[in-house]
Nanobody
Framework: QVQLVESGGGLVQAGGSLRLSCAGT????????IAWYRRVPGKQLVAAIS?????NYADSVKGRFTISRDNAKNTVYLQMNSLNPEDTAVYYC?????WGQGTQVTVSS
C-alpha cells in the first residue's frame, strides 16, 4: 500500500525558512518523478524532481525553494527560504497518482 507522509510545516515570519519532508512507503522514489503542490486554493505545481535529478520550479519560487531527494531514505525535501505571505498554503507531496495528506505552511507579515 502506498503512503506519503509530509512534515515540517508551521508558522514562520516573512523572510524566514522552513524545510518540508515527504517520506514514502510502497512506491520507490528513485524511479519516479516527485512533485510538491500547494492549494492556494487551487492546486499549483511548486517544484518537481525527476528520476534523473532534473528539477523545475514555479516562477514565483525560483531562487527561493530547492527540491531534493534521498533515495536511500525514500524521502523528498523542499527547502523554502525567504518566505513571504503569498507562500501560505497547504503543501502536498505527489508521486504518480498518489497524494499525501498535506502540511500547513503559514507565513505572517
Amino acid at each position: 500500500q502506498v503512503q506519503l507522509v509530509e512534515s515540517g510545516g508551521g508558522l514562520v515570519q516573512a523572510g524566514g525558512s522552513l524545510r518540508l519532508s515527504c517520506a514514502g512507503t510502497g512506491i520507490p522514489f528513485s524511479i519516479n518523478t516527485i512533485a510538491w503542490y500547494r492549494r492556494v486554493p487551487g492546486k499549483q505545481l511548486v517544484a518537481a524532481i525527476s528520476r534523473d535529478g532534473i528539477t523545475n520550479y514555479a516562477d514565483s519560487v525560483k531562487g527561493r525553494f530547492t527540491i531534493s531527494r534521498d533515495n536511500a531514505k525514500n524521502t523528498v525535501y523542499l527547502q523554502m527560504n525567504s518566505l513571504n505571505p503569498e507562500d501560505t498554503a497547504v503543501y502536498y507531496c505527489v508521486v504518480g497518482n498518489y497524494w499525501g495528506q498535506g502540511t500547513q505552511v503559514t507565513v505572517s507579515s
